[in-house]
């Protein structure tokens, strides 16, 4: 392992030698840095211009004192145990990212880092202080990925790449314009918050589950996506509405009221804790054999329409209560739909909306229920059924 600095004045090319040198304000001349040599832009580097114009390699990289500006043509790897974002006073520019792919302690000292940053690899980053993020963020893993440690801020996009999972103590906020996006399945765990002056756009799938999605502030725009839960977590998004929600998994905590203008979708049996409800445009439970608990006295909202046809004479759905005797509020609001088939119910109070059908429903300590003459499943009269 040797170290490489990036020579006084220097302006051209990573992979030339002509802008390297073995030691800080030295001589140019030595070798282009490797996966294994540490890398340092500092205050002897002058205020030039090193363009990453090929896929470069380095160990650990200090930016420390730095004033120029590094052009990312090409992705630079960092592939040691640290990353200093230095003092600041310098220029990212370029589409191209820099790249962590090794377990690392990351040092922002209050530097925003401009450009795109890609954190991949099954390992643990470790986060010294607050790091804000002006360009993309990137995540990816093959099973897991742990980022521990203060606060990501997220300025512009923040993508998930892999199909592996990201967890860890660090907190990621939303605080600028931008998109959350997944290119395959990968699901965050970490606490996430959008409290931003700007315009969040949530786009296509994304998957999260696990922590703790708060919104605070901001313009959200989910139109066209969904928002995949496949485990326990804890939602607090009072503010803003998700378009669909695929729950498949887990206890989910609503600790303010959970919108989402399409569908919310339940898989699997699903308890709903916390002091609030949900309102959603659609409720459809898509699998039989399964039991929803809602929790008692609190309300949950269905707006267009109520669907569970999945369900048999032999496995059932059932909607109730958390608490026995005490009923949770469920209400069909007057103009939606419903097509239930097998669907009981116990300790649910209805009365707020319209009522409720269920084709050879059994109902126990509810409000405003009813039996539906007609199966959905053969006949389409119930859809259009209306009181």
Not at 115 to 131: C, H, P, R
Not at 142 to 156: A, K, L, M, P, R
Not at 271 to 282: E, N
Request: hydrophobic residues 35%; contains cysteine.
């Amino acid at each position: 392992m040797a170290d490489r600095y990036w020579v006084a004045g220097g302006t051209g090319n990573y992979n030339s030698t002509t802008n390297w040198s073995a030691t800080s304000g030295g001589a140019s001349g030595a070798s282009v840095p490797s996966s294994a040599d540490n890398v340092f832009f500092n205050g002897s580097s002058g205020a030039g211009t090193a363009t990453i114009n090929v896929a470069s390699n380095c160990a650990n990289l200090n930016l420390t004192g730095f004033a120029g500006t590094l052009a990312f043509t090409n992705n630079l790897d960092v592939n040691g145990t640290a990353l200093n974002f230095g003092t600041g006073g310098y220029t990212v520019t370029g589409a191209s990212q820099l790249q962590l792919n090794t377990a690392m302690t990351i040092t922002s000292n209050g530097t925003s880092w401009q450009g795109n940053l890609f954190i991949s690899g099954n390992v643990t980053f470790t986060l010294a202080d607050n790091l804000t993020i002006l360009g993309t963020l990137s995540i990816t893993s093959g099973s897991s990925q742990t980022i521990n440690g203060n606060t990501i801020f997220i300025s512009s996009n923040l993508t998930s790449v892999g199909n592996g999972q990201t967890s860890g103590t660090t907190a990621f906020v939303f605080n600028g314009t931008g998109t959350w996006s997944n290119s395959s399945t990968g699901v965050i765990r970490n606490n996430i918050t959008v409290n931003t002056a700007g315009t969040l756009t949530i786009s296509g799938n994304v998957y999260y589950n696990t922590g703790t999605l708060t919104y605070t502030a901001g313009t959200v725009i989910t139109t066209g996506s969904t928002l995949n839960v496949a485990a326990a977590t804890t939602f607090n998004t009072s503010g803003m509405s998700w378009n669909n929600i695929a729950i498949t998994s887990g206890t989910q905590t609503l600790n303010s009221l959970f919108s989402a203008n399409g569908t919310m979708t339940l898989s699997i049996s699903t308890i709903f804790a916390g002091t609030a409800g949900f309102s959603v445009g659609t409720l459809n439970v898509s699998a039989a054999g399964l039991t929803h608990q809602l929790v008692s006295t609190v309300t949950y909202t269905i707006n267009t329409a109520f669907t569970c046809t999945a369900a048999t004479d032999a496995s059932r759905v059932l909607f109730r209560s958390t608490i026995a005797a005490s009923k949770a509020i469920l209400t069909l609001n007057s103009g939606a739909t419903n097509n239930l088939r097998f669907v009981n119910a116990t300790d649910i109070n209805s009365s707020l909306g319209r009522t409720i059908y269920s084709y050879r429903g059994v109902f126990s300590n509810t409000n405003n229920w009813s039996l539906l003459s007609t199966d959905p499943v053969i006949s389409t009269s119930a859809s259009t059924f209306i009181n």
